[in-house]
């Protein structure tokens, strides 16, 4: 049996809200619409955990942090975990990178056999939370409010330089598995930066969105003094007080962020055309790491398990799974044992490894029942939050807050915390034994805490003396690319053309 080739287009903080049966009507995203046509549309997909390293490693590895140990944007990624790249390439496919996937430590590889670019974030341990010291704000990388009092046009960024290069070689890679030196299945994944903060966007895409309806949010600003206490912890790690965000500020951010999901719609557009014309097939499975609370109730960014923030776009486009809108919730966290049996790894060899489920049994029309579950233990945090989604109901839980649940038909927008409702409490039970069983918040929360203690130490050791960094730099063989003496220039050209010559 010929094992399919695999696309993956992953994308950073975009809102699963936005992608309610593939793309909303009003994005300019004729591209994405035009895969979401042949897709699976999972329309309630959450992330493992709303930060982007954690939502990363358990979305590679099917595990959630408390299990792979990656509670933050600094929290060292295993090289003992086994990733969907590795259970790839264990089944004899070439597996490559073109992007960020936000490692952290020395291995920068966790089964990809080639990397193409270097990552946009740091790789070593300076980014971590310290739970001893609750209210701490570490100037230098906690997010800030500057990305909505900056929002507007530019023609370049740290972010687009960042993701052109990522398109760029991502397509260079595509023509070149298009030459057919390598007879095995390939799966490539592709993974861009946008439209994460900060709200820069260029001004072709950023003209799209002159006349949108949709330039603030649903929910506005609750206020501080009437968010919940985690949502506080957010705005204060944000640094709120030092900006007064007006609605001119929103209204930019929002378009910025929109006119982002266009220049990412190109991009992808771009890397389609690629497999169209070189007449290569392939899987093709779409999704973001977390989401963006894009001004709802006062909140931006990410770190919580509201929709905005949590809800995640989950398209897969392949031949053995029928398109259409699939409404039961699933997780990123799935997406390592679908992709093992799609490549037709047994799911008994991938089940002791994820805590995820194959979807593909899900996408044919079977029932599923389990929970989707989401952690959350880094920076804004002063001890571990964790997250069922059961059916209609969120019901969320932390030693230092109240129990949060929400029935999302009726409650959307999660506007009315039902924990405390007398009429209400034999969910709220069902749901907090279900959560107790899954986690020990106690255990938990030493867990996160030693580890922080750990990496403080090792990180202010490494950065006395010489400095060797854990940063990816990509390998450029120059003596084996274009025309070398060592070649003959015969066989450089005819093997180079795809199709080959007559």
């Known amino acids: 049996m010929t094992k399919p080739n695999i696309l993956i287009l992953m994308v950073d903080q975009l809102n699963g809200t936005l992608f309610p049966d593939g793309p909303a009507e009003w994005l300019h ?36 942090p408390s299990r792979t140990g990656v509670y933050d944007n600094a929290a060292e990624f295993r090289s003992d975990i086994p990733t969907y790249a590795h259970h790839l390439r264990r089944a004899g496919y070439y597996t490559c990178l073109s992007g960020k996937m936000h490692f952290v430590g020395p291995d920068q590889l966790h089964g990809f056999e080639d990397r193409l670019t270097t ?142 999901i266009s220049y990412l719609d190109d991009k992808v557009g771009e890397i389609m055309e690629v497999l169209e014309t070189t007449r290569q097939e392939a899987i093709i499975l779409f999704v973001s790491d977390h989401g963006d609370m894009l001004g709802e109730r006062g909140l931006w960014f990410k770190m919580n398990f509201y929709e905005g923030s949590a809800r995640v776009p989950l398209m897969i486009s392949a031949p053995d799974l029928p398109a259409g809108r699939i409404d039961t919730p699933v997780s990123t966290l799935d997406v390592t ?42 920076e804004a945090s002063y001890a571990p939050l964790v997250s069922l989604r059961y059916g209609k109901w969120k019901y969320s839980r932390c030693v230092l807050d109240p129990d949060q649940l929400f029935d999302l038909e009726t409650d959307p927008h999660e506007l009315k915390n039902l924990a405390d409702r007398p009429e209400h409490q034999v969910t709220l039970q069902t749901l907090r034994a279900k959560s107790e069983a899954r986690w020990d918040l106690e255990k938990f929360d030493a867990e996160v805490r030693a580890s922080q203690a750990r990496r403080w130490v090792v990180y202010e050791a490494l950065r006395q003396g010489g400095y060797y960094p854990w940063d990816y730099q990509p390998l450029q063989k120059a003596s084996e690319r274009y025309m070398r003496n060592h070649m003959d220039l015969n066989t450089v050209e005819e093997n180079q053309r795809y199709p080959r010559g007559e």
């Open 119 to 260: 990552d946009i974030y740091p790789a070593d341990f300076g980014w971590t939370p310290d739970y001893r010291k609750p209210g701490e704000r570490i100037d230098w990388w906690y997010h800030n409010m500057g990305s909505v009092t900056g929002a507007g046009v530019a023609e370049i960024s740290n972010q687009m330089e960042y993701d052109d290069e990522v398109a760029y070689n991502a397509k260079a890679k595509l023509y070149d598995l298009a030459r057919g030196h390598d007879d095995r299945p390939w799966c490539v994944t592709v993974s861009f930066t946008h439209p994460h903060d900060p709200y820069v966007a260029r001004r072709k895409y950023w003209d799209l969105y002159e006349d949108c309806e949709h330039l603030l949010p649903e929910v506005a600003d609750l206020g501080y003094d009437n968010q919940d206490p985690h949502a506080k912890r957010i705005f204060d790690a944000n640094d709120w007080r030092s900006f007064d965000i007006t609605e001119v500020d929103i209204r930019k951010s929002r378009r910025a962020y929109f006119a982002n």
């Open 337 to 378: 044992p679908t992709l093992g049996v799609l490549a037709g790894v047994p799911m008994d060899e991938l089940a002791p490894w994820t805590d995820g489920e194959d979807l593909s049994p899900l996408a044919r029309g079977e029932e599923r029942t389990s929970p989707v579950a989401m952690e959350y233990a880094a």
């Open 29 to 64: 995203t004729p591209n994405l619409k035009k895969l979401a046509a042949r897709s699976t549309r999972f329309a309630n997909a959450y992330t493992a955990s709303p930060l982007c390293a954690p939502g990363r490693a358990s979305f590679m590895s099917g595990q959630l």
